[in-house]
């Protein structure tokens, strides 16, 4: 609805500020129709977020954005509506509104989520591809994050054994990142599904990324490292979001003088499955 898009983009609320309201008022309808002394007592927030509430600063812009989404075949799923995945509302910090293009029904599957370094070599392509493929032919559905390398390479793998995937993005959903995924984009959303936080339109920055990750592994029972170097990596992020969440950690091993498969060998003598 409006309100759920309209939590979102109300200024001052941010993601754990909407999990806190939602879980005192039960949902966007029940923050908007509360009075400014309900928002002081029972929410403790702030006199400028409660004005920021009262007077909808938010719908406009929500307004804007449902109308986008319905002439772009986009949807848009709060977390109080039953297509929401039920494992990702189960992480402290989940989105209240997630933006899909495909297949909504595809997140009901169980799902496993495959990450690894944008610069893999041959052998970490090799595993993911072999990997996912094996994981969608026993009807398991394949996340990942659309990215060059180890990513592109799962959900590739799970396409060629006929399965179904999942590439949350860190940019909006009209947003092609990196521009030659574009074709990966099209076959992902055919049968399974395109989702972000992020509303159309937005920019893929690199702070984004970090935080979508926590959202990957939130969907999942369990997260696979292919190749991660020990330095800046994404992937240990998401391993490590994934350990936060009670979920399970795999990894990949790799040569002991390969650097992209430092922070796998690291995973796997710190206790991750093999």
């Known amino acids: 609805?409006?309100?759920d898009i309209a939590?979102?983009?109300?200024p001052g609320i941010g993601v754990k500020g909407a999990v806190h309201l939602l879980g005192i008022f039960g949902d966007a309808r029940g923050i908007f129709a509360a009075a400014p002394e309900e928002l002081a007592m029972k929410a403790a927030l702030r006199e400028d977020i409660i004005r920021n509430i009262v007077h909808r600063k938010g719908f406009a812009a929500a307004e804007k954005e449902l109308g986008y989404c319905?002439?772009?075949?986009?949807?848009?799923?709060?977390?109080t509506d039953p297509e929401f995945p039920a494992l990702l509302r189960e992480i402290p910090d989940y989105p209240h509104v997630l933006y899909l293009k495909g297949n909504a029904a595809a997140l009901s599957a169980r799902c496993v989520a495959m990450v690894g370094t944008r610069a893999c070599t041959p052998y970490g392509t090799q595993s993911a591809e072999k990997i996912a493929y094996g994981l969608a032919k026993q009807g398991a559905l394949v996340v990942?994050?659309?990215?060059?390398?180890?990513?592109?390479?799962?959900?590739r793998g799970a396409l060629r054994a006929g399965g179904v995937t999942v590439a949350v993005l860190g940019n909006g959903l009209d947003v092609v990142y990196p521009e030659e995924n574009a074709g990966l984009y099209r076959d992902i959303a055919a049968t399974g599904a395109l989702l972000s936080e992020y509303p159309p339109g937005t920019a893929a920055e690199g702070?984004?990324?970090?935080?979508?990750?926590?959202?990957?592994?939130?969907l999942c029972?369990?997260?696979?490292?292919?190749?991660?170097?020990?330095?800046?990596?994404?992937?240990?992020?998401t391993a490590n979001t994934a350990l936060e969440q009670g979920r399970d950690v795999f990894a990949v091993p790799g040569p002991i003088d390969a650097s992209a498969s430092r922070g796998c060998n690291r995973l796997i003598a710190d206790g991750a499955g093999l």
Do not use: K
């Open 1 to 3: 609805t409006i309100e």
């Open 7 to 10: 939590l979102q983009m109300t």
């Open 70 to 79: 319905r002439r772009n075949s986009i949807s848009a799923i709060a977390s």
């Open 144 to 155: 990942s994050g659309a990215a060059r390398g180890i990513d592109s390479a799962a959900h």
């Open 207 to 218: 702070w984004h990324f970090p935080i979508r990750n926590r959202i990957i592994s939130g």
């Open 221 to 237: 029972l369990a997260t696979v490292v292919v190749e991660a170097p020990l330095e800046r990596s994404g992937a240990l992020i």
